[in-house]
């Protein structure tokens, strides 16, 4: 624990973990944790990384916040983070805890007594619970080929209406594109805060497996752009915006991924991550072995390219691509 003082401000940055597992060979998990609080009081932001194994760059981007943040320090509030939420996977670079095959983020809020993820997902639940946020910042990686964007939750009811208005207030200031998503993901993280009157939202930050350096650059502008929104840090000289093609400027979007293949075969792609596609447009073509085109892929509705899939295989019902649809 170290104080900084600089200009009269003040703060605390504490790296510690929470134990989550005793392995077979005795060998300790460990949820690490960091910390940095003003001694002015203020909002709470969590950022939190690598709920999924192979998703690296938001540990990175995390490291790099916390690095900004003691040269220039909190003006008033406190962040805390848990940079590496699976490390099991991680360590295996997967999506999943490999030890019981489950996703963490579909064990939310978790429970003491129930499986391994939930286990691990009641102890990061729990200790974000504890200290009543203003916002938490779930950092994600998506396809391969993909652009980064900010994800909101579907509307969890009138019940939990404030938390949903700040996620969505906070997401217009993270200067990436704004995707609401259709499809309610019950027992992830972010829905789970927001069922708990937590503001969540999700960012997320290009490919999965290594670390893009741009991607970690971008992603480090958008929270402080995001804490500078809060009153937490000075405003940046210049606000973060992901270069974005005109059309889809400041414009909150919907996730597709329709239509899906409808047959098997090889994947040839028309458009890439990015694109501004428009309805009727080809996107991606599916080949049998032979060569004889089995399906088009075509637009259902006009927006933009956030990613296409990691292989070219296609088989019926496989998603494609994604797109933010108007
Ligand atoms: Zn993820």
């Known amino acids: 624990m170290k104080a900084n003082t600089d200009k009269g401000i003040s703060q605390k940055v504490r790296y510690s973990f929470i134990k989550i597992l005793t392995g077979s060979d005795l060998s300790r998990k460990r949820l690490p944790f960091m910390s940095i609080e003003s001694v002015n009081s203020g909002p709470v932001v969590w950022l939190t990384g690598c709920i999924h194994g192979d998703e690296v760059t938001g540990i990175v981007t995390i490291q790099e916040v916390f690095k900004t943040l003691q040269k220039q320090p909190l003006v008033k509030g406190s962040l805390y983070a848990f940079p590496l939420m699976n490390p099991i996977g991680f360590e295996a670079a997967s999506r999943n805890i490999t030890i019981s095959r489950e996703d963490l983020n579909r064990s939310f809020p978790g429970s003491k007594s129930g499986s391994l993820a939930q286990r691990i997902a009641d102890k990061i639940f729990t200790t974000i619970k504890q200290t ?100 937490m840090v000075d405003k940046p000289e210049e606000t973060f915006s992901f270069g974005l093609p005109e059309v889809v400027k400041g414009k909150t979007l919907r996730f597709s991924t329709e239509p899906f293949s409808s047959a098997s075969g090889v994947i040839r792609f028309l458009a890439k991550a990015g694109d501004v596609v428009k309805k009727g447009q080809a996107v991606a073509k599916i080949y049998n072995t032979f060569g004889k085109l089995q399906d088009t892929i075509v637009c259902i509705s006009d927006g933009i390219v956030l990613g296409h899939s990691d292989s070219s295989v296609a088989f019926p019902g496989a998603p494609v691509m994604a797109f933010g649809v108007f």
């Open 132 to 231: 009543k946020p203003s916002l938490v910042l779930d950092l994600h990686n998506d396809w391969v080929k993909s652009i980064p964007y900010t994800v909101i939750d579907p509307n969890p009811g009138q019940p939990h209406k404030q938390a949903y208005e700040k996620a969505k207030a906070a997401a217009e200031k993270s200067g990436f594109l704004v995707i609401l998503d259709n499809d309610v993901v019950e027992e992830s993280l972010s829905f789970s805060l927001l069922r708990h009157d937590i503001p969540a939202l999700t960012i997320e930050l290009g490919e999965s497996y290594v670390v893009n350096e741009r991607n970690v650059e971008y992603g480090m502008k958008s929270v402080l752009d995001i804490l500078a929104y809060l009153g």
